[in-house]
């Protein structure tokens, strides 16, 4: 138990849905992250959030939306996506005044796109 | 722009023997953090171990420890007693200490299996 949960832990949805992704974190981080892990892939960076901010878009295609509405929550609104998009959804969170200024991860979303 | 190798994409071990994942990287900065994530069959991303570039001091935690070589850019994963417990994904990852949030970089993991 890292701190940071995510729901749902599985999602099957068509192309044509909408759905969302939520991560919490209790444990009064400031920074807070997507990334998306398909399959013989490095991790890739989606989004980060600082303070409720957006600081970084990292080219990702306008179908993932994200949503910080505090620094304790963070959403991933998703909508006609692709069956490439199919792939493990990370959420992590950092306390960059932390003096252990290390990325705390969620579980995870297992997302299947049919 | 940052990037982290790992050069063996699976490793076997034998229960109790010690096995060394290897990570390198590439970076301009002299200031940053190195980390060994593991990532069991679960998917929860758990950290293993953590390095400042700054500590000429190699990190340990029980079991685990790094060989830190900062002029080769390599960043090692010892791991001494192998368990079953062991077995699972283990990424490298690289994070500078120039701006507050920035992202993990990681490596493409390597898959470690323990054999009893």
């Known amino acids: 138990e890292t701190g940071v949960t995510q729901t749902p832990r599985h999602l099957v949805m068509g192309m044509t849905n909408k759905k969302s992704l939520k991560c919490e974190q209790h444990l009064g981080h400031n920074a807070m992250y997507w990334y998306k892990q398909s399959a013989k892939k490095p991790l890739e960076l989606m989004f980060v959030?600082?303070?409720?901010?957006?600081?970084e878009n990292n080219s990702v295609p306008s179908r993932f939306s994200p949503e910080c509405p505090n620094s304790s929550h963070l959403f991933l609104h998703l909508h006609t996506l692709q069956p490439e998009d199919s792939a493990l959804y990370l959420c992590?969170?950092?306390?960059?005044?932390?003096?252990?200024?290390?990325?705390?991860f969620g579980p995870g979303t297992r997302l299947t796109v049919l | 722009a940052q990037t982290v190798t790992q050069s063996q994409p699976e490793m076997s071990v034998q229960e109790a023997e010690t096995v060394t994942l290897s990570c390198t990287y590439d970076?301009?900065?002299?200031?940053?953090?190195l980390f060994w994530y593991k990532q069991p069959p679960s998917r929860q991303m758990i950290l293993v171990i953590r390095q400042e570039a700054y500590k000429q001091q190699n990190a340990t935690e029980n079991r685990f420890s790094v060989n830190f070589q900062k002029a080769a850019k390599s960043f090692s994963l010892k791991i001494s007693d192998s368990q079953l417990g062991d077995a699972a994904m283990y990424f490298c990852?690289?994070?500078?200490?120039?701006?507050?949030?920035?992202?993990?970089?990681f490596g493409k993991g390597t898959r470690l299996s323990v054999i009893a």
């Open positions: 990852a690289y994070r500078s200490a120039y701006e507050g949030n920035t992202p993990l970089v």
């Open positions: 992590a969170s950092l306390a960059f005044r932390d003096s252990q200024d290390t990325q705390y």
């Open positions: 970076t301009s900065e002299s200031d940053y953090y």
């Open positions: 959030y600082n303070f409720k901010e957006q600081t």
